[in-house]
Structure formats: structure tokens, C-alpha cells
């Protein structure tokens, strides 16, 4: 008998076999080693009774699968005789045209890569177009900070600009930095004077979006999940070429117009964009889009200060009191109130520097306190190891360190 090819299964099945027939298992015990159901291990076993080692191994080894392409052979044979050096896409297509031979591009490729017979490719690098713009004011804007001298006095500084994909609209905001505050503030403008738009395109700052693999989000992604503003990951500036592109308008108009009115402050230059500046550059540059509609929302009665903010989670301590920012800050307690200490609840540090506490969108009321209780004037420490009571040297027979501590009551004296 020759030898026999099994599986790393069928080979547990055999030793397991062999113990069912030396009477050490049970066949219950057997299907549950086996993972097989009990009609499944009897049948099992009588085919091993019948025919050895061979019964266990599967009927179908060796055999044609019924799903094999009936005519690989002929297809390959024909591949090599005449169409050698096609690719599978082209070859299938003449197998199909000149020789009625039907088979899949896919499965041509992959039958030519195990016979060895075709290689790969090599991939040249993709053609790349420039994007077409979305059709609607409001459907997508670009986001992103342009650091530069933007005052012409050696310090670099952050203009955040907004760019509407499909109209090119911009609205821009300076701060000494790109942080979560400038970016609040760009997008409180945005949304007060045109509407909520759908999403956003960002790169991969973290200001903007959350690092990979983690839970947690960063401060603009809870804000624009609760406006239900979708952001977009950018992986590359090209990506958002049209915000890119823009900073490069700013930094050759804006600067000059600062230069033109001696503006040497933050606070200046953002009255410059708000006063005109801003409006001028649309005018100049505006696209009229395909869909006169805009895409924006309304946004009703959505408070943004309770959006735009830094949101954190505290716990409520045993004096319902919880700690921020190195501050104790009391919860009034009120009838009717449900929180309760270890519940958790949420401190929102607001654009103008505010604090408000919320409880399941229910707003507390909290006062700041002065400190942490004063420390209890200072007393004359007595050093308890040589000091014992005048009860405690009474019965101190009645007690067990009189048998087993006794040097330590000799050492306190009388």
C-alpha cells in the first residue's frame, strides 16, 4: 500500500480512530475531539473499520473539482502556441474572438502565473488629472493653515483659510498658531454667514483629526460630528490643491495690503480681512458653480458655543464637587437633580474662556472655589511609640501585646 496524503485534521482523526477502536474513547468522546456531530464520527468510524487508514481521508483528494474550467488545458496549450507575450486581458479576448475559447481575463492571469508562462507587469505610476470641482457652494470645503511672515517682522504666524470647493469662496482668520481656537473661530464665521456645509477636507494635523488606530477624537471631529459635518482626509497637498493654491494669493496680496497700512498686530490684520479684504478676493476670483443651489444648512436654533469648545469628562467626587484645570468647582445640588457622585460628566471650556458643566444635556450649576480646605493649625506631634494612656496601662494584662509586645509597654514606664 502506497503512501497516503492526509491532512493535518485527518490525522488528529486517525490517532483519535485508533483509541476508539482500542476501546480508550468512546465515540461521544471521539465526535467532540473530532468537532463532529455523532452520526457524523459513526459514519466515520465504520468506513475506518472497513477500509484503514484510507476511509478517513477525503473521497474528493485527488479528483477534478467540478468547478475546474473544462477546457484549461486547451486554453493554455493555445496560449503558448500563439498568443505567447499577450497579456491575459488581450489574450482572453482573442481566445474568445478567433478561437470560441471563453474565459475570464482574472482566471487566464492567474492560470499563466502558476504555469510560469507570464510575469507581471511592471506598474508605472498612475496619470493623474486634475479633480473636476464639486458642483454645489457648500458640498466640500478645504481647510488648512499657512504659516508665514504674514507681518513681515521675522515671526512666522498661521492664517487659516476655508475654500469652498466648487466656487472657490474663501474666508480666512489669523492666529499665532494652528490650534483647535483658530479653527473654531474660522468655522463659527463660516457657519454664521453662509450656513452648515457638509464636509470638510483636512490633512492629517491632529488639530484636525484623530491619530490612526485610537478611540479617542480630537476637539474640531466631536464638534463637526454634532453639526453633522463630514471630514475627509487629505493625504497628500495635491489633494487639496485649491486651498493650497490660495495661500499663495494671500501671501502675495494680503501682505502687501498689510505693508500698505502699517498693520503690525494680530488683531489689525483680522480687522483688515473682515473689513473688505475677504470680499474683495471673492469678487475677484469667485466661480460661479454648476448647481446654482447652495448645499449649505441652516442653522436654526444650534447654540455654537455649546459646539465649538473644548469638551472633557469628569467625575463627580463624594462632596459633588469636580476638578479642572487645577480648579475645584462646586455643583449646586437642586431638588430633582440626578447626578450623583461617580457619575460622569462633561466640562466645556468655551472660546471666551467660560466654563459650563453638563449632565446628560442638562447644563449645572457650578461655583468655582476659593481653594481646597485649609490645613488644621499645627499641634505638638506626641510620639505615640512612648506614650500610652492611662486606660491602656490599666488593663494592659487584659490585652495580647502584654505576652507578645512586652518590651514595647516596659519602654513607655509609668
Same mark, same amino acid.
Given at each position: 500500500?502506497?503512501?497516503?496524503?492526509? +491532512?493535518?485534521k485527518?490525522?488528529?482523526?486517525?490517532?483519535?480512530?485508533?483509541?476508539?477502536s482500542?476501546?480508550?474513547?468512546t &465515540?461521544?468522546?471521539? /465526535?467532540?475531539?473530532?468537532?463532529?456531530?455523532?452520526?457524523?464520527?459513526?459514519?466515520?468510524?465504520?468506513?475506518?473499520?472497513?477500509e484503514?487508514?484510507?476511509?478517513?481521508v477525503?473521497?474528493?483528494?485527488?479528483?477534478?473539482s467540478?468547478?475546474?474550467?473544462?477546457?484549461?488545458?486547451?486554453?493554455?496549450a493555445? =496560449?503558448?502556441?500563439? =498568443?505567447?507575450?499577450?497579456?491575459? #486581458?488581450?489574450?482572453?479576448?482573442?481566445?474568445?474572438?478567433?478561437?470560441?475559447?471563453?474565459?475570464?481575463?482574472?482566471?487566464?492571469?492567474g492560470?499563466l502565473l502558476?504555469?510560469?508562462?507570464?510575469?507581471?507587469?511592471?506598474?508605472? +505610476?498612475?496619470?493623474?488629472?486634475?479633480r473636476?470641482?464639486?458642483?454645489?457652494?457648500?458640498e466640500?470645503?478645504?481647510?488648512?493653515? +499657512?504659516?508665514?511672515?504674514?507681518?513681515?517682522?521675522?515671526?512666522?504666524?498661521?492664517?487659516?483659510?476655508?475654500?469652498?470647493? /466648487?466656487?472657490?469662496?474663501?474666508?480666512?482668520?489669523?492666529?499665532s498658531?494652528?490650534t %483647535?481656537?483658530?479653527?473654531?473661530?474660522?468655522?463659527?464665521?463660516?457657519?454664521?454667514?453662509?450656513?452648515?456645509?457638509?464636509?470638510?477636507?483636512?490633512?492629517?494635523?491632529?488639530?484636525y483629526? +484623530?491619530?490612526?488606530?485610537?478611540? #479617542?477624537?480630537?476637539?474640531?471631529?466631536?464638534?463637526?460630528?454634532?453639526?453633522?459635518?463630514?471630514?475627509?482626509? /487629505?493625504?497628500?497637498?495635491q489633494?487639496?490643491?485649491?486651498?493650497?493654491r490660495?495661500?499663495?494669493?494671500?501671501?502675495?496680496?494680503?501682505?502687501?495690503?498689510?505693508?500698505?497700512?502699517?498693520?503690525? #498686530?494680530?488683531?489689525?490684520?483680522n480687522?483688515v480681512l473682515?473689513?473688505?479684504?475677504?470680499?474683495?478676493?471673492?469678487?475677484?476670483?469667485?466661480?460661479?458653480?454648476?448647481?446654482?443651489?447652495s448645499?449649505?444648512?441652516?442653522?436654526?436654533?444650534?447654540?455654537?458655543?455649546?459646539?465649538?469648545?473644548?469638551?472633557?469628562?469628569?467625575?463627580?467626587?463624594?462632596?459633588? #464637587?469636580i476638578?479642572f484645570?487645577?480648579k475645584?468647582?462646586?455643583?449646586?445640588?437642586?431638588?430633582?437633580?440626578?447626578?450623583?457622585?461617580?457619575?460622569?460628566?462633561?466640562?466645556?471650556?468655551h472660546?471666551?474662556?467660560?466654563?459650563?458643566?453638563?449632565?446628560?444635556?442638562k447644563?449645572?450649576?457650578?461655583?468655582?472655589?476659593?481653594?481646597?480646605?485649609?490645613? &488644621?493649625?499645627?499641634?505638638?506631634?506626641?510620639?505615640?511609640?512612648?506614650?500610652? %494612656?492611662?486606660?491602656?496601662?490599666?488593663?494592659?494584662?487584659?490585652?495580647?501585646? %502584654?505576652?507578645f509586645?512586652?518590651?514595647?509597654?516596659k519602654?513607655t514606664?509609668?
Amino acid at each position: 500500500m502506497g503512501n497516503l496524503v492526509m +491532512s493535518e485534521k485527518e490525522r488528529l482523526c486517525l490517532s483519535i480512530m485508533k483509541m476508539v477502536s482500542q476501546g480508550r474513547l468512546t &465515540l461521544i468522546q471521539a /465526535a467532540e475531539q473530532c468537532q463532529f456531530s455523532y452520526r457524523q464520527i459513526k459514519r466515520l468510524y465504520r468506513r475506518y473499520k472497513a477500509e484503514g487508514d484510507a476511509g478517513l481521508v477525503h473521497q474528493a483528494r485527488g479528483q477534478k473539482s467540478n468547478r475546474r474550467h473544462p477546457h484549461r488545458e486547451t486554453i493554455i496549450a493555445r =496560449y503558448k502556441e500563439r =498568443y505567447e507575450g499577450f497579456g491575459p #486581458t488581450l489574450a482572453a479576448e482573442k481566445l474568445q474572438e478567433d478561437d470560441h475559447l471563453y474565459v475570464d481575463h482574472d482566471t487566464l492571469r492567474g492560470w499563466l502565473l502558476e504555469e510560469n508562462i507570464w510575469h507581471k507587469q511592471r506598474k508605472r +505610476s498612475p496619470y493623474r488629472r486634475q479633480r473636476e470641482r464639486c458642483a454645489q457652494f457648500g458640498e466640500l470645503i478645504q481647510i488648512d493653515g +499657512s504659516i508665514h511672515d504674514w507681518l513681515e517682522d521675522g515671526c512666522l504666524r498661521c492664517l487659516l483659510n476655508m475654500v469652498d470647493d /466648487a466656487t472657490g469662496k474663501t474666508l480666512a482668520h489669523m492666529e499665532s498658531g494652528e490650534t %483647535s481656537r483658530c479653527v473654531f473661530i474660522v468655522i463659527w464665521k463660516w457657519i454664521e454667514r453662509y450656513g452648515i456645509p457638509l464636509a470638510f477636507y483636512v490633512d492629517l494635523k491632529s488639530v484636525y483629526v +484623530s491619530k490612526k488606530n485610537t478611540a #479617542t477624537f480630537s476637539h474640531v471631529e466631536k464638534a463637526c460630528k454634532k453639526l453633522g459635518i463630514r471630514i475627509i482626509r /487629505a493625504y497628500s497637498p495635491q489633494a487639496k490643491g485649491r486651498v493650497e493654491r490660495n495661500h499663495a494669493v494671500y501671501q502675495d496680496r494680503f501682505v502687501k495690503e498689510l505693508r500698505l497700512k502699517k498693520i503690525k #498686530t494680530i488683531d489689525d490684520a483680522n480687522i483688515v480681512l473682515e473689513n473688505g479684504f475677504i470680499d474683495k478676493l471673492n469678487m475677484k476670483f469667485e466661480k460661479i458653480p454648476r448647481n446654482p443651489h447652495s448645499a449649505h444648512r441652516p442653522l436654526n436654533d444650534i447654540d455654537l458655543n455649546q459646539i465649538l469648545c473644548w469638551e472633557y469628562e469628569r467625575q463627580v467626587n463624594n462632596d459633588w #464637587t469636580i476638578s479642572f484645570q487645577n480648579k475645584c468647582y462646586q455643583i449646586e445640588k437642586r431638588y430633582g437633580d440626578i447626578v450623583h457622585p461617580k457619575a460622569d460628566v462633561f466640562v466645556r471650556r468655551h472660546l471666551d474662556n467660560s466654563i459650563s458643566v453638563w449632565y446628560k444635556e442638562k447644563k449645572l450649576s457650578v461655583t468655582l472655589l476659593d481653594g481646597q480646605p485649609k490645613n &488644621l493649625p499645627k499641634q505638638k506631634i506626641i510620639d505615640v511609640t512612648y506614650s500610652v %494612656s492611662v486606660s491602656a496601662r490599666a488593663n494592659k494584662a487584659k490585652t495580647p501585646w %502584654s505576652n507578645f509586645n512586652s518590651h514595647w509597654l516596659k519602654k513607655t514606664g509609668t
